[in-house]
């Protein structure tokens, strides 16, 4: 931690660098859900063959996992693209979850539950990217505010070199990123949800809503 690198400007590099080569890269791209994913695929899709993986066993509760999963097939079919995007539905494995929080549960969001919870759901994604034979792997997670991208790039090269794939550096939200995916939601009609997905999220964005008073 603390290395202030700009992995936006590396993943600038990487793209001038691979659109050189005659092959257009594959990309297995990690998605927490489709509003977050909008912006990351109009962008990434210029330059990647993307396999989008929605793998997010820490959703609560199942009809949301499932409403997600709608959102995100809709947005993938709905999207213009230069390239064709795939999608995988991961399993809805929620005891994965639930062992990491353990004895966390009323942790706030932001600290080590959430970088296990990214821990596990990049580890899937690494695996996966690996067992396609695919050229890279990230998750459209820092495109969030509230969501580390060191972290999240420090645990995605941290796997990638344990699986032998590599991580994307990334940091959606530069670029007005975060900008952007909103517009793309309001356009699609995408549902956006209040919370980040977890039961320990949602209550506390109860309690924050209570405290204000709505």
């Known amino acids: 931690m603390g290395t202030n690198r700009n992995y936006q400007k590396e993943l ?10 005659a092959e257009v890269p594959t990309l297995l791209l990690h998605s927490c859900c489709a509003p977050c994913s909008s912006y990351v695929l109009e962008y990434l899709s210029q330059f990647f ?7 997010n066993p820490n959703i609560w509760p ?4 499932h409403k997600r999963v709608h959102e995100q097939e809709q947005l993938i079919a709905d999207l213009p693209t230069q390239y064709e995007v795939k999608f995988i539905a991961g399993n809805y494995d929620t005891e ?4 990491i929080a353990k004895g966390r549960e009323m942790m706030r ?3 080590e539950r959430c970088f296990d919870c990214f821990r596990l759901r990049l580890e899937e994604s690494a695996i996966l990217a690996h067992d396609l034979g695919l050229d890279y792997f990230c998750t459209t997670l820092s495109i969030s505010p509230l969501k580390n991208a060191e972290k999240l790039n420090e645990i995605g090269e941290e796997l990638g070199k344990r699986y032998g794939i ?9 670029k007005n ?5 909103t517009q793309l939601s309001k356009q699609y009609g995408l549902y956006r949800q209040e919370y980040c997905g977890c039961i320990y999220s949602k209550a506390q964005r109860d309690r924050e809503l209570a405290a204000k008073g709505r």
């Open 12 to 21: 600038d590099n990487l793209i001038d660098k691979q659109q050189k080569e």
């Open 49 to 55: 063959k993307i396999t989008v993986f929605y793998y």
């Open 62 to 65: 199942e009809a949301e996992f």
């Open 96 to 99: 994965r979850f639930y062992a």
């Open 109 to 111: 969001e932001g600290g």
């Open 166 to 174: 590599k991580y994307l550096p990334s940091d959606f939200k530069k």
């Open 177 to 181: 990123g975060y900008l952007r995916s």
